[in-house]
Every structure is written in structure tokens, then in C-alpha cells.
């Protein structure tokens, strides 16, 4: 199963142009804003979950954030992304994985996610999720990007979970305290509509 979820989007990224992906941002503004609000250190660890050939990390380094990791489950988006970067991509950790294989080897302050939680449809792997960024964030943030209710039931041809407020929370209880949050309609490159939840949690250290 695992193999041809890596294998699905592989075949994605392989025969894709950014501009053919509905998730593309010409510019990560509600992340970057998110990230930003924290005040969190430059020289902070961060963390980009599923961020392959986002633009996210470009905006990061120009920010100035000197210890970024990106972590994708297909080498042929983090590939686009260090061409892209060219001498940028030393200065950034890549990973190549699926998220719930993910042994963090380290902690990070800000633990950022849009677009990868959704694809998350059992109680048992939103709780392996959970589990996973228990122990990758210190004393630091999580900030997740989703699908809200009004937002789309499949994206890429896979089923997706949609979430408001309290049902995202609900998730991460006893381990993250939300925040702030806001909704955010995202224009695809093809000029259609996908409506999301942000939200920034607060490790909660028991």
C-alpha cells in the first residue's frame, strides 16, 4: 500500500508542472504569516512536512531561517526543489519519506504541515500523526494547513478528511493547544477553489 502511495505521487511530480497542481502558491502567504507570528529564533529548527517543490522553504532562507528540513514522500518533488534552489538547497536538510515511516532524529521548534494531514483518513494514522509530532516538537509550534468542511472530499484522486476548528483539535488534545486559526479560500493555477482551516497549536509539555 505504502509503496504505491510513494509510487502515485512519484508519477505526480514526474509528469507535472507546477502549474498542473492545484496546491501550487505562488507565494506560501497564510504559512509565511504563520510561521512569522511565532517569533520564533532564525536560527530555530523548522520543519516542512510534505513541503517537496513548495516555494515555502525559497521564502523561508530569504527570511533569513538558517535550519530548515524538508521532508516528502517522493524524491522527484524534493529533486524540482533543490534544482530550483541550486546552491540555496546546501543550506536546507532534505528527507525523503513517507510521514508516518518519520523517526524524528531531532526536535524542532516549528513543525509546519499544509496539505498532508488531510490525506489522513483512519483514527489510527491521525494518531500515529499525533504521536510522531509529540515527539519531533520541543517546546514549539505546529502549524497545520487542511481541508475545511467546505473544502474538497479528494484531491490528486485520493480521499481527504475536512475539518473545522473543534474536530481538529480534537485530534491533537492532551498534546496541542490551538493558538490562533483562520479559514483561507486557496486559488488553484487553474483558477478553482479549494477552501482551508489553518491553525497554529502550542505544544502542551505534560
Not at 111 to 131: C, G, M, N, P, S
Not at 159 to 186: G, I, K, N, R, W
Amino acid at each position: 500500500m505504502k509503496d504505491n502511495l510513494k509510487a502515485h505521487w512519484e508519477n505526480i511530480y514526474g509528469t507535472s508542472s507546477p502549474d498542473q497542481l492545484s496546491w501550487t502558491e505562488p507565494k506560501p502567504a497564510h504559512s509565511l504569516t504563520l510561521i512569522q507570528d511565532t517569533n520564533t529564533a532564525k536560527d530555530s529548527a523548522i520543519i516542512d512536512i510534505g513541503g517537496g517543490d513548495s516555494l515555502l522553504v525559497d521564502y523561508l532562507l530569504l527570511e533569513g531561517y538558517r535550519d530548515i528540513t524538508v521532508l516528502d514522500i517522493s524524491a522527484k518533488a524534493i529533486e524540482k526543489a533543490q534544482k530550483r534552489l541550486g546552491a540555496k538547497s546546501e543550506q536546507v536538510t532534505w528527507l525523503v519519506g513517507d510521514i508516518l515511516d518519520f523517526k524524528p532524529e531531532r526536535q524542532y521548534a516549528i513543525w509546519h504541515d499544509r496539505a498532508v494531514f488531510h490525506f489522513l483518513i483512519t483514527a489510527e494514522q491521525k494518531a500515529h500523526y499525533k504521536r510522531i509530532a509529540e515527539n519531533a516538537v520541543a517546546k514549539g509550534h505546529m502549524i497545520l494547513g487542511t481541508f475545511s468542511l467546505s473544502g474538497p472530499q479528494k484531491c490528486s484522486g485520493l480521499p481527504v478528511s475536512q475539518y473545522d476548528m473543534t474536530s481538529l483539535a480534537d485530534v491533537f488534545e492532551d498534546s496541542f493547544a490551538v493558538e490562533t486559526h483562520c479559514y483561507a479560500t486557496h486559488i488553484t493555477p487553474f483558477q478553482t477553489s479549494q477552501d482551508f482551516l489553518f491553525a497554529d497549536f502550542i505544544k502542551i509539555n505534560n
